[in-house]
């Protein structure tokens, strides 16, 4: 860095310049390691296992620019759920604290393969999935320290994370419940022709919800862009994945709808997933055959959206339509315009379920080391990194050291951030209001019960004025005249 | 004259005395009711009390038809706007709301089991499917929790679903996605999302259709932060309430009744649509004050001939708006009678009914003359028999002997 500025700041000796020129581009040639975008080919750690369909290819494009993000992101999540570990033990966050360290890789992953037009909903463990989408640092501690400048205004607390603007529905705490919704948003997707898909996170807890099995047969039936992503960290609260499931391969769980099972500690092969997910849940046409004439291939595709009951009947009258060379058989490659997919994403989580949980009952610490010295997200990008030549040890710890000064920035906003007013109880239950906000000026933020409070929707005082402004006051007066207007008909007399 | 409940079974069936029967001519109130004009503005809000919010100035208070019957003798009579209206059963009604506020915004699909093809196991649907389509008409599977919820999701996405349960019971089965993701998601997100959704369907006591299908649910759903509930009685109420609750940006759930859906009246042509939150004056009175909704009105209605007859003037309210209550109507009520009686169709324990004599307690407590009596269905399971299910739900001759106790 010397050497260059030394180089721009000498103007005199031309020579001298030209001299240092090749000097400074050689050191230049590491120094923009954060615009490089060469592309660089990385091999997935662990192949994908498929059901009923065909795996994407384990050789996964990325680049210098992109694996120093993904570093970045995650080692950011990892410093931010650290931190809120020490915030929950000072007290300072309450209730509960459902904290992702170790599945930074599926949050990261995922986010590299779509845009933020495409929705993602996801259980309680949101806050690196809300970060992930966009979510600030600030927004996250003072929404779990239960702050007004919190992402939903100290209201919603740990569980209950959204981001409206970049599509990220939360944030819930009812296991398995957000399947539903995610469909629906999915279903929303395709109702107003959005060409993006939803992923709809889940647990391997959650799994066995009945509502998940409902959603998928209304997903599958309706051929919805939903994907359905089971983030198995192998243990719902304190019970392990083969003492709560018969079957463990969840992503085989679709019976009739595809599933790819990932190996969730690495974010390329996360990537790669997600990309491939989108992808097919997306086509409308077939990968291939350009040998086919355009109005055959329609139909062809026509056939085996609609009808791939008759599949076999299409393959023996369409021969060449075989050059789809990617796939054995072409019922697998009819197989993948299945709009419907799910994902195991195979993780780890170091920490207990919550913050209550010692996270050590129920698994042995052998293992937690075992897996955080063997497959843990952060460390692979590094070892990455370091491997390609991207950037220094140094450099990295670097990174590592503005982001942790970055979460004790954020730390410390939030903890000047003032708590809510206590008018913000009555807010947004409704919208529009409807009286249940406190109309009355004067009661302030004492709990006095006096009798002009407004205590909920229905406690309103006799004189308050609806919600709607240009409504009058009703007199009791003109009612008597509409009374007195009833009694002069002949009705009523029986 | 015209049938009440068509295809439901003889009049006789609503209540034990054979004197009872609907003639509807003796429900005619004064009969005009007119529409202003409308100046540009695409519908008009009809107050309980038939004032038109069109113009803030001006709008001479209109009487509303308060009979639940239209009849040949008072239709000539009824209207004297330019339009005649339409008579048209209570079912006809709600579809015919639902249909103009699916032509208005594309964003209204409904969803549930047999709406589409089927036309809806209560014809509420009938024809939509083939007008709007599959993907704006959707046949679900039998699977209320997801469906719910994928309702609930779209409508955090700006789509405005209409959910039917074909049964209200049936909705049981939801009640975790319709508390926490509908009710709650608006106030959880910090005001980011709504939920502009509806959730309707058929409850209350039937023609001895046995205990789970004979359910009410306002009972259950009224704790919910965050939604809002009314229960629609007559055609016209009925076609307003449906819009006005998928016009709402808040979760209305809409409880309609199983024997209430042929009823017929004449309704306007115009667009108009009733207000979620305000009761309906029935029929204004002086002695005392009874608040019903749903079926439970035409019971009292018909106690209110023979509490005439007997000298009495009881004024009744239809609050339709289950959450959150009407207590402007109900408080000047109060204030003008000093007696109330709630007749309603809920269990004694924990129902409507029990949580309106708390509110009305509260709020009203000093002008009430008499304690509140609330005339609410047995706590048991609805039986099948016919004459055990007719004692467990409030007859008009109970309303009776109660008004006499509450005046005495």
């Known amino acids: ?494 | 004259m015209a049938a009440i409940f068509q295809g439901v079974g003889a009049a006789a069936a609503l209540s034990s005395s054979p004197s009872n029967s609907f003639d509807s001519k003796k429900f005619v109130s004064s009969p005009c009711r007119s529409f202003s004009v409308r100046k540009g503005a695409s519908f008009a809000v009809v107050r309980s009390d038939g004032r038109v919010n069109l113009n803030p100035k001006g709008g001479r208070a209109q009487q509303l038809i308060s009979n639940a019957v239209a009849t040949k003798s008072d239709s000539a009579a009824a209207f004297s706007s330019s339009k005649p209206g339409h008579e048209l059963l209570l079912f006809e009604a709600l579809q015919e709301g639902l249909e103009e506020e699916m032509e208005r915004d594309p964003r209204v699909c409904v969803m549930g089991e047999d709406v589409g093809h089927y036309g809806g196991s209560y014809k509420v649907t009938k024809g939509l499917a083939k007008k709007f389509g599959d993907l704006r008409v959707l046949d679900t599977p039998i699977a209320e929790n997801s469906f719910t919820g994928m309702g609930i999701g779209a409508a955090m996405t700006g789509l405005r679903p209409v959910v039917e349960g074909m049964n209200m019971g049936f909705l049981l089965l939801a009640f975790n996605q319709i508390s926490n993701n509908c009710g709650m998601l608006h106030y959880t997100s910090g005001g980011q999302f709504t939920i502009p959704i509806v959730i309707r369907g058929p409850g209350g006591v039937g023609r001895q259709l046995g205990a789970e299908h004979s359910q009410r649910l306002e009972s259950y759903f009224q704790s919910i932060p965050g939604i809002q509930m009314v229960a629609c009685s007559t055609p016209y109420n009925a076609k307003g309430l449906m819009k006005a609750a998928i016009r709402s940006e808040n979760p209305v759930i809409f409880f309609e009744h199983v024997l209430l859906y042929n009823l017929k009246e004449r309704i306007p042509d115009e667009d108009y649509i009733c207000n979620l939150e305000e009761a309906e004056m029935v029929r204004p009175g002086e002695h005392v004050t009874i608040l019903t909704y749903s079926r439970m009105r035409y019971h009292v209605m018909q106690a209110a001939k023979t509490l005439v007859n007997k000298g009495y003037d009881p004024e009744v309210i239809d609050i339709r708006s289950l959450k959150p209550f009407d207590l402007y109507t109900i408080g000047n009520s109060v204030k003008k009678t000093h007696r109330v009686l709630i007749v309603e169709e809920c269990m004694r324990t924990g129902g409507i009914g029990a949580s309106l004599i708390a509110a009305i307690t509260e709020n009203f407590n000093d002008y009430l003359d008499a304690p509140i009596m609330c005339l609410s269905s047995q706590d048991v399971p609805t039986p099948y028999a016919g004459t055990l299910e007719e004692v467990t739900v409030v007859q008009p001759a109970q309303i009776v002997t109660a008004v006499e106790q509450l005046c005495q």
């Open chain 1, 1 to 494: 860095m010397a050497l260059s500025r030394l180089a721009s700041s000498s103007s005199s000796s031309s020579r001298f310049a030209d001299l240092l020129k090749p000097l400074c581009s050689a050191i230049s040639l590491r120094r923009p390691i954060s615009t490089d975008t060469t592309p660089i080919t990385v091999e997935t750690s662990v192949p994908f296992t498929s059901h009923q369909c065909d795996t994407p290819s384990r050789s996964v494009q990325t680049n210098a620019k992109e694996l120093l993000t993904f570093f970045r992101d995650m080692a950011l999540m990892r410093r931010m759920e650290i931190a809120a570990d020490s915030l929950y033990k000072a007290k300072l966050i309450r209730g509960f604290c459902h904290l992702y360290d170790g599945q930074e890789a599926v949050a990261v992953g995922m986010e590299a393969a779509i845009t933020k037009k495409d929705c993602i909903i996801t259980a309680y463990r949101d806050h690196c999935t809300f970060v992930a989408r966009g979510g600030t640092l600030l927004e996250v501690f003072a929404e779990l320290m239960g702050r007004q400048a919190g992402c939903s205004r100290g209201k919603g607390g740990s569980m209950h994370f959204y981001k409206k603007d970049s599509n990220f529905y939360g944030g819930h705490g009812i296991v398995g419940a957000q399947v539903p919704l995610g469909c629906g948003l999915a279903f929303a997707q395709k109702y107003s022709k959005d060409e993006a898909v939803t992923f709809a996170l889940y647990g391997d807890g959650a799994a066995n919800q009945g509502q998940l099995f409902e959603a998928l047969n209304i997903s599958a039936l309706w051929d919805l862009p939903a994907i359905l992503v089971c983030e198995n960290n192998h243990y719902g609260m304190g019970t392990a994945e083969w003492r709560a499931s018969k079957s463990p391969a969840y992503y085989k769980r679709g019976d009739y709808a595809p599933g790819l099972k990932v190996d969730g500690m690495d974010a390329l092969a996360v990537k790669q997933a997600c990309t491939f997910a989108k992808e097919h849940a997306l086509k409308n046409g077939p990968i291939v055959s350009v040998n086919l004439p355009h109005q055959l291939e329609k139909t062809l595709v026509f056939f085996i959206t609609h009808f791939s009951v008759y599949v076999n009947c299409v393959i023996f009258l369409m021969p060449k339509a075989h050059q789809a060379t990617e796939y054995n058989t072409l019922l697998e490659y009819c197989a993948c315009f299945k709009l419907f997919y799910i994902l195991e994403m195979d993780t780890y989580r170091y920490h207990g379920h919550s913050m209550s949980d010692p996270g050590s009952t129920y698994r042995t610490r052998d293992e937690i080391t075992g897996v955080r010295q063997e497959r843990d997200p952060v460390e692979r990008i590094r070892k990455l990194i370091l491997s390609h030549d991207l950037a220094t040890e140094k450099e990295l710890k670097d990174i590592e050291k503005e982001i942790r000064k970055e979460v004790d920035d954020a730390i410390a906003q939030a903890k000047e951030n003032p708590l809510p007013e206590s008018s913000e109880l009555f807010t947004n239950v409704y919208a529009k209001g409807l009286g249940v906000e406190v109309y009355h000026q004067n009661h302030g933020s004492e709990y006095t019960g006096g009798h002009e409070r407004s205590f909920g929707a229905d406690r309103k005082e006799a004189n308050f004025i609806s919600f709607d402004p240009t409504h009058t006051v009703k007199k009791p007066c003109e009612n008597h005249e509409t009374a007195e207007v009833e009694r002069k008909s002949p009705a009523f007399t029986g």
